[in-house]
């Protein structure tokens, strides 16, 4: 296991390298649009539901009054809203090496009868 953090950068490159015919300058393109697309729609209180990787939403949470471990004082804590991330089947199966097939069938029983998103231009 190495330390190593996936930047927007590798992002980039990757996209680059998986599309043949695409300049440096489309494959940034590609991924900054990807990325403010699923910022905007996480501003807005959407969940964004990524197929075989995970969904990500926002939750609000309520004002309550939290304590110092060390030293035991009380202090008010805002609301606020957290950004929460759930992993599919299939990339907790992929992390723990599982195989992938148990994965999907548990992929192809949750999405029955679930109407995929609109894409962003059909919004």
């Given at each position: 296991m190495t330390n190593r953090t996936l930047t927007r950068q590798d992002l980039l490159h990757a996209v680059y390298v998986a599309g043949p015919?695409?300049?440096?300058?489309e494959a940034k393109q590609?991924?900054?649009t990807a990325l403010e697309e699923i910022c905007v729609a996480l501003e807005g209180g959407e969940a964004v539901k990524l197929r075989a990787f995970g969904t990500f939403?926002?939750?609000s949470k309520r004002p309550r009054v939290g304590r110092n471990p060390k030293t035991g004082a009380e202090y008010p804590i805002s609301a606020?809203?957290?950004?929460?991330?759930?992993p599919s089947p299939r990339l907790v199966?992929?992390?723990n090496g599982e195989d992938l097939s148990d994965a999907d069938e548990d992929l192809?029983?949750?999405?029955q009868?679930?109407?995929?998103l609109l894409a962003a231009s059909q919004r």
């Open positions: 015919g695409l300049s440096r300058v590609i991924v900054e939403s926002v939750r606020r809203r957290v950004l929460t991330f759930k199966a992929c992390i192809s029983s949750s999405t009868g679930k109407r995929p």
